[in-house]
């Protein structure tokens, strides 16, 4: 079966970098992608991994490690802006369907 | 700018209504998703749809159905609402395929049932 995990909940302060990790388990993948969802609002979407190593998009970076079903979401140069629920989900085919995770809360404090 | 809505954004009904949420895009995708969100179990699948006429269920899809008879529209039907399905319940798209093929979601609807 299809299982996804990753930690509920994280704080940092302004300015540093924070890591939030994500590990799943799946036979089929096609994909792990990373949302960010504020309180009250929908998920919009932030990276995209469907081979091993690092994709970089201005402070966010995401990586992936196929062989060991594991990704990160790194956020560089924290700001109160990026207090948010981050959530992971992996694709288990070309089809679509998307498995999330829990979620996990940032809370960045000045 | 194609964009996906949901209607209504807010509903207080009464247990044992029908209800039915709406869903519409216009990105042209054929994959539609209907997620509901609660606390402490993220966002779960109650239904989706690969393309016109297609529909299969999720992990939570028991007191709720959905049809899709055209590309832009999947709603969502409460059978008898029931007090646990109080939630906020978002609907997404996407298309087929690898890079570029993210889910889009609509702006979500919060569902209370007396």
């Known amino acids: 079966g299809q299982n996804i995990d990753q930690p509920t909940e994280m704080t940092a302060t302004e300015g540093a970098i924070v890591q939030i990790n994500c590990t799943y388990q799946t036979s089929g993948f096609n994909g792990l992608f990373w949302y960010q969802q504020h309180a009250g609002e929908a998920p919009t979407f932030l990276s995209y991994?469907?081979?091993?190593g690092l994709e970089e998009k201005g402070r966010f970076s995401s990586f992936l490690s196929r062989s060991k079903g594991y990704s990160y979401l790194l956020l560089k140069e924290l700001q109160m802006k990026d207090s948010a629920s981050y959530l992971c989900a992996f694709r288990g085919s070309t089809l679509g369907r998307l498995y999330f995770g829990r979620g996990t809360q940032l809370t960045v404090w000045p | 700018d194609a964009e996906i809505t949901q209607s209504p954004r807010h509903k207080i009904t009464e247990t044992g209504r029908q209800v039915t949420l709406a869903c519409h895009q216009t990105?042209?995708?054929?994959?539609m998703f209907w997620y509901r969100q609660d606390l402490g179990h993220g966002l779960r699948l109650i239904h989706y749809s690969y393309g016109v006429q297609d529909t299969n269920k999720g992990e939570v899809s028991d007191g709720y159905s959905v049809s899709r008879s055209n590309t832009e529209d999947l709603p969502l039907t409460l059978e008898s609402a029931a007090s646990s399905q109080t939630s906020v319940y978002f609907c997404a798209s996407s298309e087929f395929g690898g890079a570029g093929t993210e889910a889009f979601f609509g702006q979500g609807t919060r569902l209370t049932v007396v």
């Open positions: 991994n469907v081979l091993d």
């Open positions: 990105w042209n995708h054929n994959n």
